[in-house]
Structure formats: C-alpha cells, structure tokens
C-alpha cells in the first residue's frame, strides 16, 4: 500500500521496515513496492506464532477482528512480547460505534454476515488481550464516531 511506501521513506536507509502477513498475495504486493527500497522487507507468517526478533515498533492493522478470542489474545501477547523497551505497539481496528452512528445497523449487518469474529472484539479492550499489557501504557483514540480505535502502546524503559 502507499503507506508501506511512506514507512519504508521515513525508516530511511539506515532503518528497517518489516511486513508480515498470512496472505501470500500481499507478500506478493508489499515486495514489489518494495523494490527501491533495500530498506523494506515482507514475509509470510502467522502471528499466532511468536516472532523471532525485537523491534522499535509494531503495527497490527485490522486484523484482530478477524480472528478468534483465542487467537487474538496470542497475536496481542505475541506483538507486545516483540517491542524493546521504549518502543511501541500500535493497534488500529474497528471499536463498538457510538449509539446513533448512521452507519452502526450497516456494520452490524456486515459483521453478522462477513465478520463473525468482530462483535467480541467491540466488547473487549484490546489493551486487556495480553498479561504483559501492564508494562506498557496506552494511549486510545476513537474516530469517525467511535467506529473504528487506534490504540498506541509504548513499553516502559
């Protein structure tokens, strides 16, 4: 995406950008994006596992909805256990709308029909997902009417 691209400018040459994803396809698509920059790398993988390295950051973009409970929990665990000390976990995904949002009957629709897993992530706090939450703090926000959050979780040095 454009974004993969802004990253991989703003990491600059001295930096590294890594993309995981469990769909071979966007592997596909991330790489070659990538191709001027050395800095970028994707790869394949399932982040239900734990991952190999630390980073100054990770990003998990819309996928916990996706997912069971089960395997949400190990995603969050697993992406929080990756962050050094004074790096951060940034979550963006959907959160419960507020009460008269124009589009709430519209998403409830669509999660009933495509989306079986995201009503339980509405009703949990992604920041409660994990035992080792407690060694970061968390920033929240809602927008677009509380319809989708963007949660950023440092780790305490």
Same mark, same amino acid.
């Given at each position: 995406?454009?974004?993969?691209?802004?990253?991989?400018?703003?990491?600059? %040459?001295?930096?590294?950008?890594? %993309?995981?994803?469990?769909?071979?396809?966007?592997?596909?698509?991330?790489?070659?994006?990538?191709?001027?920059?050395?800095?970028?790398? *994707?790869?394949?993988?399932?982040?239900?596992?734990?991952?190999?390295?630390?980073?100054? /950051?990770?990003?998990?973009?819309?996928?916990?909805?996706?997912?069971?409970?089960?395997?949400?929990?190990?995603? %969050?665990?697993?992406?929080?256990? *990756?962050?050094?000390?004074? /790096?951060? *976990?940034?979550?963006?995904?959907?959160?419960?709308?507020?009460?008269?949002?124009?589009?709430?009957? %519209?998403?409830?629709?669509?999660?009933?029909?495509?989306?079986?897993?995201?009503?339980?992530?509405?009703?949990?706090?992604?920041?409660?997902?994990?035992?080792? *939450?407690?060694?970061?703090?968390?920033?929240?926000?809602?927008?677009?009417? /509380?319809?989708?959050?963007?949660?950023?979780?440092?780790?305490?040095?």
């Amino acid at each position: 995406t454009r974004e993969h691209i802004l990253l991989a400018r703003q990491v600059g %040459v001295e930096g590294q950008l890594e %993309v995981v994803d469990v769909a071979p396809i966007q592997v596909a698509n991330v790489r070659r994006k990538f191709a001027e920059f050395p800095q970028g790398s *994707a790869h394949v993988a399932d982040l239900v596992k734990p991952l190999d390295s630390q980073y100054d /950051g990770v990003c998990c973009f819309f996928l916990l909805h996706e997912v069971p409970d089960a395997e949400r929990r190990q995603i %969050v665990a697993n992406l929080l256990a *990756a962050v050094r000390p004074g /790096g951060r *976990a940034v979550f963006v995904d959907y959160h419960r709308p507020q009460r008269l949002h124009p589009l709430a009957p %519209v998403m409830k629709l669509v999660f009933r029909w495509l989306e079986p897993y995201a009503p339980s992530l509405l009703d949990t706090p992604i920041s409660t997902l994990a035992e080792e *939450a407690s060694a970061f703090e968390w920033r929240k926000e809602t927008r677009f009417g /509380g319809l989708y959050q963007l949660l950023v979780a440092t780790r305490r040095p």
